[in-house]
């Protein structure tokens, strides 16, 4: 079974310009999730998705980030402009379903913003 | 409320130790504890979860303590080895929420 997959892996950009990634789950999963990991921090969810719904993004910037999940299956997930803050790794993960189902992370999105 | 606290940050320990990391909550609503392993230029990958309902779980060389009245969870290592070394975190979520709060991470080295 493949697993999450995530590009570009690494991204260095300026302050101030946008960004995009990109992740397509594991087949079938209904559910997908975006997490910002700070170095030395634990995942801090972003946005969580029901196929095409957000069910929690209470955590996610919206003044600068956006995501939107096409069709149930791949996601994107914007920072426009983005800030020096923002450098971490940007994780995707997917699971069956609700409830309780166990999420598998893909490899991540390593950006640096300069 | 919505924290989890890990500790320690780093830790090493001999081959055949065995690692003890700890965390601790204060969300009482609280009813999922897993505990995730991360590589180096990996994602995190769930290695134990545990519920509330009892106060021990085993899986392999892995054991996860809870004790629901000190809020409290711990991850053991049974006879570590040199591939255990990783980061590992720590997480909770309530079953409404299923959002998984992650505590600090500890980075765990094993020396052989």
């Known amino acids: 079974e493949a697993g999450v997959a995530q590009s570009p892996r690494y991204k260095i950009i300026e302050k101030r310009q946008s960004v995009a990634f990109w992740c397509n789950p594991i087949?079938?999963?209904?559910?997908l999730y975006w997490y910002q990991q700070i170095l030395g921090q634990g995942p801090k969810l972003l946005i969580q998705f029901q196929n095409n719904g957000v069910v929690d993004d209470s955590q996610l910037p919206k003044d600068r980030f956006s995501a939107e999940r096409l069709k149930g299956v791949d996601s994107t997930l914007k920072i426009q402009p983005a800030k020096l803050e923002d450098s971490a790794v940007y994780l995707c993960?997917?699971?069956?379903?609700?409830?309780?189902?166990?999420?598998?992370f893909g490899p991540g999105t390593r950006l640096l913003v300069l | 409320q919505q924290q989890v606290k890990q500790s320690p940050q780093s830790l090493i320990v001999q081959k055949g130790g065995i690692p003890i990391i700890n965390c601790a909550y204060e969300?009482?609503?609280?009813?999922?504890f897993p505990w995730y392993q991360q590589f180096p230029g990996k994602g995190p990958a769930l290695l134990i979860a545990i519920r509330p309902d009892v106060s021990e779980k085993k899986e392999g060389r892995f054991t996860i303590s809870f004790n629901k009245s000190a809020k409290q969870f711990s991850l053991h290592i049974m006879d570590s080895q040199p591939g255990d070394s990783a980061t590992y975190f720590c997480a909770a979520s309530t079953l409404g929420a299923q959002k998984l709060v992650f505590g600090q991470g500890t980075r765990l080295t094993i020396n052989p």
């Open positions: 969300n009482t609503a609280f009813d999922y």
């Open positions: 087949s079938g999963h209904a559910t």
């Open positions: 993960a997917s699971s069956l379903d609700f409830p309780r189902e166990t999420q598998y």
